[in-house]
């Protein structure tokens, strides 16, 4: 069985109308899982109880302290403007935490996969929010298992963003983290360059994948193919948390990436092939994704690639008449209908780009690791 963590209250983690981040994204993924009845293959489990506790695990006390103040308070902005305060927002991102701590307990005490859509928070820092993360769910989830003796941890992050929270919180530690997404040079955080390779213990694990702006499936797959996978089997984690963001879509208002929805669940299933093949454990945390026309599909769609399931190529009606209702725009008809309105890949540069790219890294992480490649 594959554990699917939600809760209704998900849709509390809510920064107000004019917010990119919309709250109606756990719902509307949740329903369209319920409509396909996909729930007939995956455990629906709510996010456990974890002591605050847990969260000092990465971050300082005095900012655990700041969210609750602020949450209390509900106005203002928890960093330099991106991330605004709520009222319950302390509540609202534990919550989230809880999910994706819940997925990696149900992980690791069954083996099988594990999916919180509502995770993926990879800007968040030991003591600043940043970016619509206020807690780092991806690196809570690292030090929750190294403190039950895992030692071969591995993080994919393909976000379109970089991950500069992750970055910065597991910079020393040899946790394999690899991160593709487009170029700071284009895109905020601004970080994640190839020349980022980690401090200390931590020099060599830390890999950045930056692309051009229209990048598409192929490019983006090429490094999946040459670089993820092979640095994977070279490190043979015993466990993989994948921050799964749909903000590469082709159709995302907030980036320049140029992916279909099938690219997504080309990158899923290359993914658990090989951890089939290494015996390490798979958890899916959510992510950026600012266009719900594409990212409840593909987190039903990357479910039921875990769950072996095929779906149906036409969306459930009533899925489509709830979003029409809610959202008050045109929902998809059919699992891989594209966006009109979305980016074609374009030809050239960014291919070139990834090309020598990957040679540059395949040859600094040789020269440091030993031939990986
Ligand atoms: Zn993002």
Known sequence: MVYFVYSQ???????????PLRPERYYLTYLLAKEYGLFSKLDLVEPEIFSEEVLQLVHS??????????????????DYGDTPAFKGCFEASFLHVRGTLTAVKKAIETGEPAVNIAGGYHHAKRSSAGGFCIFNDIALAVKYLEERGYRKIAVVDTDAHHGDGTQEILYSDDVLKIDIHESGEYLYPGTGFENELGVGDGYGYMVNIPLLPYSGDTVFLKAVYELVIPLIKWYR???????????????????????????YEKLVSVLISVLSEISSKYVVVGGGGYLLYAVPRVYVMISAALAETKLSKEIPLKWIKLYEKKIGERAPRFLYEEATWGREPAKGFPEKH?????ERLKKKLSDIHGNIF
């Not at 006390?61 to 928890?78: P, Q």
């Open 237 to 263: 984690p015993q466990i993989i948390i994948h921050q799964l963001g749909v903000d590469t879509y082709r159709g995302d208002p907030l980036t320049h990436m140029a992916l279909s929805i099938r690219a």
């Open 9 to 19: 209250e998900y849709s509390r983690y809510d920064f107000g109308k004019s917010h």
């Open 354 to 358: 990834v090309l020598a790219l990957i």
């Open 61 to 78: 006390r005095e900012y655990i302290d700041y969210v609750k103040e602020m949450s209390r308070r509900g106005e203002g902005y928890l």
